[in-house]
């Protein structure tokens, strides 16, 4: 069974244990998909966020969806793209620490956004690879685990570079 799904549409309508936030290091609520899940979740999120003393680039941190479809929110501060080698470190610790938090907390399907690649200015044709490369890995790792890995897609355009990766990854990997 292929365990990573490919979605276009909107993160926080999705019907699953857990999906991940694209957070700022405040944990406070921001823009884009960290706004949306925000508003979507209600002020109980912003609430929990609060006690949990922010997040550093790569990590990951649990709370509960609040009025979410999903159970639990994931929050994960990818980097700000600098075109540095410690950009790649970082956001593939984002996907990385996300499925482990995951994985620690029982949690069965799990959602990304494509991560850094908004407002962070992360390119979507090298920051795909990476969330592809990083997934499939941990996924190797952690068979035992059979845990879904849901990919959504706000636009077309994200949709198709992942449709791509996957395909080229099927293909070759």
Known sequence: MEQIMLELGDLTELDCDCIVNAANQ???????VDGAIHRAAGPQLLAECRTLG?????????????????????????????GSPQDEIQLANCYRNS???ARENGIRSIAFPAIST???????????PIAVRTIRAWIEEHRADAMTVILCCFDRRTYEQYEKELDRENKWG
């Open 99 to 101: 499925l482990n938090l």
């Open 54 to 82: 922010g997040c550093k680039t790569g990590e990951a941190k649990l709370t509960g969806g609040y009025r979410l479809k999903a159970s639990y929110v994931i929050h994960t501060v990818g980097p700000v793209y600098s």
């Open 118 to 128: 908004g407002i962070y200015g992360y390119p979507l044709a090298e920051a795909v």
């Open 26 to 32: 405040s944990l406070l609520g921001g823009g884009g």
